[in-house]
């Protein structure tokens, strides 16, 4: 009886366990099938990541990867404190060996940056053509920047940003 009480107990605090919101939500995440992972990658990095191959990652697949991007961010002296509810993401998979990796690149978007991209635009201007193509920004500093996150280890691997801002 202790046993099953003890087991129940931990269940109950497993279950209690939340992880903290996303800093980016599903509605501002575009992810890139496995047939266009290279084009995103090679597109938007100045140093881009060597890979053996490319998978297609799930939101499910990217469920609390940021509950340590903050702290990943400190570590690599990159700028953390910033608005998130500014930012948008591109995501896809790639493999390196045996090794399962997530591709995220992290950028700044907001409604001054979107009319100023309309009203430059021509005909057929698509405000969601950035969940369809990469987004490319040339400078931006540390509001720009791609990280790598080993699914098996749980942990970020390799960060990258633009230019000085």
């Not at 087991?7 to 047939?35: Q, Y």
């Not at 591109?90 to 940056?113: A, E, M």
Request: hydrophobic share 40%; charged share 25%; aromatic share 14%.
């Amino acid at each position: 009886m202790h046993r099953l009480a003890s087991h129940l107990l931990l269940a109950l605090l497993f279950s209690c366990v939340s992880r903290a919101a996303p800093l980016v939500p599903a509605d501002r995440t575009a992810i890139f099938p496995a047939d266009k992972a290279h084009e995103l990658i090679e597109t938007v990095c100045y140093a881009p990541p060597a890979a053996t191959g490319y998978w297609t990652p799930t939101e499910s697949d990217l469920v609390g990867i940021e509950d340590t991007l903050l702290a990943f961010l400190k570590s690599k002296e990159a700028d953390q404190k910033k608005d998130w509810s500014t930012f948008r993401r591109q995501v896809t998979g790639l493999k390196h060996g045996n090794d399962t990796l997530i591709f995220i690149y992290y950028f700044h978007s907001d409604r001054g940056i979107e009319e100023d991209l309309q009203r430059r635009q021509t005909k057929g201007y698509d405000p969601d053509s950035w969940k369809k193509r990469p987004y490319v920004v040339f400078d931006g500093g540390s509001w720009f920047f791609r990280v790598l996150y080993d699914v098996k280890k749980k942990r970020f691997v390799w960060y990258e940003s633009n230019g000085i801002a």
